[in-house]
């Protein structure tokens, strides 16, 4: 801009694309090696780190937007990241976005992504929720398209917005239930295909649809199971509403689902529980369920209402509070390492733990996760 012989000629150089604050930053990092970075300007230093050429101030700034990660802005991060071509940014988008795609596809940010990167994410096969979720999302993106293009929010104009991308929505795969009472009613489908749709469930001839038929794939949780072998005996493991607590860190960002639990080693049995995980003190997610065990050994899931993001080399608390007549199994021979897949477990003992559950023996055989 300055030098040589693509240099303006005006004294006084406009650079109407790069917001001041971005420019600023830039200009103190080229000048004094510092880099300060805050949530609200990181996408404007972004962007005048690339075009500028400036990499490893880019670099800092997708460090940042990674650790800021989370499933309110994975969305529109995921549209910035291929925008800026940063695919390890939009790898970590897409692990946030499959594990928690209900919270992600509810977020605001979603309704502010662009046309290509909605249709990215509709085609996704490891969205993991229910077909309607990604139906009223899509819905919620066209109403705000709308506005944004100034036209009136009617069925026809939403639409039209959507063009192809309302045809990626798996909207066969839902329930008749959650047809019937979501996208049916919606007014965005013609009566012809709303029609059609309720043949294709009902009748023995069905109609050639236009939306894809197969569900998607979702994800398949993982276990980490930390105990070498289980055990009962005629005292123990007893619930008195005491509460069985295990501390464990990651060694790389996992979303934990649930937990994986012993039942009553004295035939079916059914217990109450509480399940819990926190960071630091803080209740991150909590869930008061049911769950019938069968007289065996195996470990019985309980979930929480959605995926955990648990980020690296930090300790979290898992906790369940049982309540149940029968005596339970507990497992035996714990290990304090565990290697699942790409990820590594630790545990360590939990001051919350009053039932006896430690490292070495216990409940909360299985911690339940997406990496």
């Known amino acids: 801009m300055f030098y040589g012989d693509l240099a303006e000629v005006k004294s006084e150089i406009h650079i109407p694309d790069v917001e001041p604050a971005a420019f600023l930053i830039l200009l103190k990092y080229m000048y004094s090696d510092e880099i300060d970075l805050e949530a609200d300007t990181v996408l404007a230093t972004l962007y005048a780190a690339k075009k500028y050429i400036v990499p490893a101030l880019a670099k800092a ?4 937007l990674e650790t800021s990660l989370e499933a309110k802005n994975a969305c529109v991060l995921l549209s910035q990241s291929r925008l800026f071509e940063e695919p390890e940014l939009t790898q970590r988008c897409w692990e946030v976005i499959d594990a928690q795609a209900e919270m992600a596809l509810r977020s605001e940010g979603f ?3 662009d046309w290509q990167t909605l249709e990215i994410i509709v085609t996704r096969e490891a969205l993991n929720t229910k077909e309607a979720v990604v139906f009223e999302a899509v819905l919620s993106w066209a109403e705000a398209e709308c506005k944004r293009q100034g036209l009136p929010v009617t069925p026809r104009n939403k639409r039209h917005v959507l063009g192809p991308a309302l045809y990626l929505v798996r909207i066969p795969t839902m329930t008749l239930e959650e047809f ?3 996208a049916a009613q919606s007014d965005i489908l013609t009566l012809e295909e709303t029609h059609n749709i309720f043949l294709w469930y009902t009748a023995a001839n069905k109609p050639l649809l236009d939306f894809p038929l197969t569900k998607r794939k ?3 949780p993982q ?5 070498q072998s289980s055990a009962y005996r005629s005292n123990q493991w007893r619930y008195r509403g005491r509460c069985d607590s295990i501390q464990f860190a990651v060694d790389r960002r996992v979303f934990v ?3 994986g639990l012993y039942g009553s080693s004295s035939g079916k049995a059914e217990y109450s529980v509480k399940i819990e995980l926190k960071r630091l003190g803080v209740v991150l997610a909590q ?5 019938v065990s069968d007289g065996s050994s195996n470990t019985f899931s309980v979930w929480f209402e959605h995926p955990v993001q648990v980020e690296q080399d930090t300790f979290y608390t898992a906790s369940a509070v049982l309540d149940g007549s029968e005596l339970s199994y507990f497992g035996q021979e714990g290990m304090t390492e565990v290697q699942c897949g790409k990820v590594t477990f630790q545990f360590q003992c939990s001051s919350d733990s009053t039932n006896g559950t430690g490292v070495q023996g216990g409940q909360i055989p299985e911690l339940i996760f997406y990496a």
């Open 111 to 113: 309704c502010e992504i």
């Open 223 to 227: 276990r980490c199971h930390r105990f």
């Open 180 to 182: 019937a009472n979501g």
């Open 287 to 291: 869930n008061l369920t049911k769950f």
């Open 61 to 64: 700034c997708v460090n940042f």
């Open 257 to 259: 689902a649930g937990l």
């Open 218 to 220: 979702g994800l398949a």
